[in-house]
């Protein structure tokens, strides 16, 4: 498929953080991943290294896939071969997500995000974090 | 099966995008494949404050104000 050429006349993106990508231009292929523990804990104390990513099943079950491309056969014609934009505003872009101006051939994105909070007056009840 | 697309004008004026979060895709052009997963366990109980502070714009106006709220 011949790609059609972007025209934009001003962007202005605050953040782009946690594995993402901001391009300006064609690619062919992106695969962005993110694996997140946020732990937020009640106290003076923060032990950094108690955590791992095996702890969590999250982190290791299998997304679903799609069966391989080319089963339709498919036939674009562009007659206008340009996209105009004016103007895009983007306060933030997070964990495992792409912002591009351009084509893209393919993209697989992953983000796995396990939030956790650890308050005081339940470790005293309970010493699972799970 | 025959797919045909038509592809005329595309004229796009003002975008305005509080956040792209977690696997997601903002993109302005043509595009042949895309596959997003995400996983997140979350409990409902949970703080989440974003990074997405909006420093610097509307200033002087009330919309500066960014509210959190945390239960009980």
């Known amino acids: ?130 | 099966m025959a797919f045909i697309v038509h592809n005329w004008g595309l004229h796009v004026g003002n975008v305005d995008i509080t956040g792209i979060s977690s696997s997601s895709v903002f993109l302005i052009g043509d595009n042949k494949q895309i596959l997003l997963n995400s996983y997140f366990d979350t409990p409902a109980e949970s703080l989440i404050i974003g990074p997405f502070v909006p420093l610097g714009t509307n200033s002087g106006t009330a919309d500066n104000t960014v509210e959190t709220t945390e239960d009980e």
């Open chain 1, 1 to 130: 498929m011949n790609k059609r050429l972007v025209k934009l006349d001003d962007i202005k993106i605050i953040d782009v953080v946690y594995g993402t990508s901001f391009i300006i231009g064609d690619s062919h292929r992106a695969t962005p991943f993110a694996r997140v523990i946020a732990i937020q804990k009640e106290g003076a104390r923060f032990d950094e290294e108690a955590y791992s990513y095996e702890q969590f099943p999250l982190f290791t079950r299998q997304f679903k896939r799609l069966p391989p491309p080319g089963a339709v056969n498919d036939i674009h014609y562009h007659h206008n071969p340009t996209i105009n934009v004016g103007r895009v505003r983007v306060n933030g872009a997070s964990t495992s997500s792409m912002i591009q101006i351009g084509s893209l051939d393919e993209l697989d994105a992953d983000a796995r995000v396990k939030h956790i909070r650890i308050l005081q007056d339940e470790q005293e009840e309970n010493t699972g974090i799970d």
